[in-house]
């Protein structure tokens, strides 16, 4: 998703990890190495998520964009798995596997009510917490804004 990442072993976790480049805030040359095991299968590791987080159950995910958003990610890539439907209102249907709900929701959430999930329910669960959570955000004055609308008086 335009970011560079370094896969490499992590001693605090005792095993191979995914990096984010700009979130390394601390590096040095160790006289410990590491070699990769043979088994090892860099198209088994990346298949096996949606972005950066790995491990669970794979599932199958559906999102269905309304007709005005799906021209702006007709032509994204979100998984190399990817299956794309054109529903006849120009809606648009992307279905790919995860491991993990928590980047796909990220992703969901950014679109806001461009996107449904279709399924599974454990991730339309989750959107719709989040959804709720926003939504009392913003009916109640939250503590941070009400102290700014104090400042400005």
Not at 26 to 36: Q, V, W
Not at 89 to 111: Q, Y
Request: glycine letters at 8%.
């Amino acid at each position: 998703m335009g970011t560079w990442h370094l896969i490499g072993y992590c001693h605090l976790r005792q095993g191979l990890r995914d990096f984010n480049l700009s979130r390394i805030t601390d590096a040095g040359i160790l006289d410990e190495t590491f070699s990769i095991r043979r088994s090892f299968n860099l198209r088994e590791y990346f298949d096996s998520a949606f972005g950066l987080y790995k491990g669970g159950n794979r599932e199958e995910v559906t999102l269905r964009f309304t007709p005005e958003k799906s021209k702006w990610i007709k032509d994204q890539i979100w998984h190399r798995d990817q299956e794309k439907k054109w529903l006849p209102d120009g809606s648009l249907e992307l279905t790919f596997p995860v491991t993990n709900f928590a980047e796909i929701a990220m992703e969901v959430l950014k679109h806001g009510s461009g996107v449904e999930v279709v399924e599974p329910e454990g991730l339309r669960t989750l959107i719709r917490a989040e959804a709720e959570k926003v939504t009392r955000l913003y009916q109640e004055e939250s503590s941070f804004s009400g102290k700014r609308m104090q400042q400005a008086r």
